[in-house]
């Protein structure tokens, strides 16, 4: 009869304040009142509960200090009605629970490991008639952020003008929020979201992209992703046309870009320049998509003199540039002296035509009359 009066008083105050005890929790509290002959006066007291927020992986202790217990049985019931202690035993066959007493009103537990699963409410239970007291303690879980899906460890491999999408997804709890960086320095994006889209790529886009999972816990996820955009080769020259002195020596450069780097030759009358006596090939990497490729001439004759083609070539394309290289014409200075009334006067400057024999000069006064200067 009593513990039938008890189970009627436990449902009229949970439709009175509107919260209920799980039906398992109502049926071991019967079994607790049957058990104990219970017949004290003073009402045991709890102290107010203490909510528990935990990170998953940790450890959790749950407080209930009870004083004035006497003869009364304290119970520990999870969210889902099981009982986990009673008294000082511990009843769960869960190896991660135990109990903790350092003093005597203390009747905490402490849940190892803990997972989101162990999230909710826990009642610390205490047999008292008619009906039971109850302590609430809520277990809030934060799960950290976590990157799911495979590893991806090669580059992401586009052409210039196609679109990139990079996809990066994330467990944890409260949600993650997913923000992207480049070169893990720069936020490529004003709003967080699990995919990055990069329309119309170029070259310029290359490089490490970084999505970053966080909760709001100091520990966040983070996954790179190498994007390569391949290109069609382009040559650029230093000088397309350059004078030079016949018998001197002179290094022609031209730059070439491209991805993959592919090949960059210099080339005259259409045959690839080997290093020779006559001709030396210094590259220099000016990154991983551009080599700066010199080419030095030596004692320079009249058949070295003409185009040379720098010709670059890789799986997309090829392109050319091209230097002339033309033998300088030597000018002639000198000067002589004017008798005019008795003094030397100066000339203008004079200068013949290009296109005719004659050289240029200049008449100074104060020279000897033979002096002539090849330039």
């Not at 079994?31 to 009402?43: F, K, R």
């Not at 490529?188 to 886009?205: A, F, K, S």
């Not at 290094?251 to 991805?259: A, D, E, F, M, Y």
């Amino acid at each position: 009869m009593d513990v039938l009066l008890t189970r009627l008083k436990l449902e009229e105050m949970s439709q009175k304040h509107h919260y209920h005890l799980p039906q398992l929790v109502s049926k071991e509290i019967k079994v607790l009142l049957a058990l104990e002959d219970v017949a004290v006066y003073t009402q045991p007291v709890f102290e107010d509960p203490s909510n528990v927020t935990a990170i998953a992986g940790n450890n959790a202790k749950l407080q209930c200090k009870v004083h004035h217990l006497e003869n009364y049985t304290v119970a520990w019931v999870n969210p889902r009605g099981t009982i986990l202690t009673r008294g000082y035993l511990k009843i769960t066959d869960d190896t991660r629970i135990s109990t903790d007493r350092n003093v005597d009103e203390d009747w905490n537990i402490i849940i190892r490991n803990i997972s989101f699963e162990d999230r909710g409410f826990y009642n610390c239970v205490i047999n008292t008639a008619p009906f039971p007291s109850v302590n609430r303690v809520h277990l809030h879980v934060i799960v950290p952020p976590r990157i799911i899906g495979r590893v991806v460890h090669a580059p992401v491999v586009v052409r210039e003008g196609e679109t990139v999408t990079l996809v990066c997804n994330a467990t944890g709890y409260p949600l993650p929020k997913i923000h992207w960086f480049r070169d893990r320095i720069t936020n490529v994006t004003d709003l967080p979201g699990d995919t990055l889209v990069i329309r119309n790529i170029t070259r310029h886009c290359a490089g490490e992209y970084q999505c970053r999972a966080n909760n709001g816990l100091s520990r966040e996820d983070t996954r790179v992703f190498k994007v390569e955009v391949h290109f069609a080769p382009e040559v650029s020259m230093l000088i397309p046309r350059l004078g030079i002195t016949l018998g001197s020596e002179t290094v022609l450069q031209c730059s070439c870009s491209s991805s993959p780097i592919g090949v960059c030759v210099w080339k005259k009358d259409g045959r690839d320049l080997r290093i020779s006596g006559k001709y030396e090939l210094n590259p220099y990497n000016e990154g991983h998509e551009t080599i700066t490729l010199g080419l030095t001439i030596s004692h320079i004759q009249e058949e070295d003199l003409g185009r040379y083609e720098c010709h670059a070539q890789n799986e997309l394309g090829q392109d050319s540039g091209y230097t002339d290289l033309y033998a300088r014409l030597r000018n002639y200075a000198f000067s002589y002296r004017i008798q005019t009334s008795g003094a030397a006067h100066p000339c203008s400057h004079c200068s013949s035509d290009p296109q005719t024999d004659h050289p240029r000069f200049w008449i100074s006064p104060g020279a000897d009359e033979n002096t002539k200067e090849y330039l």
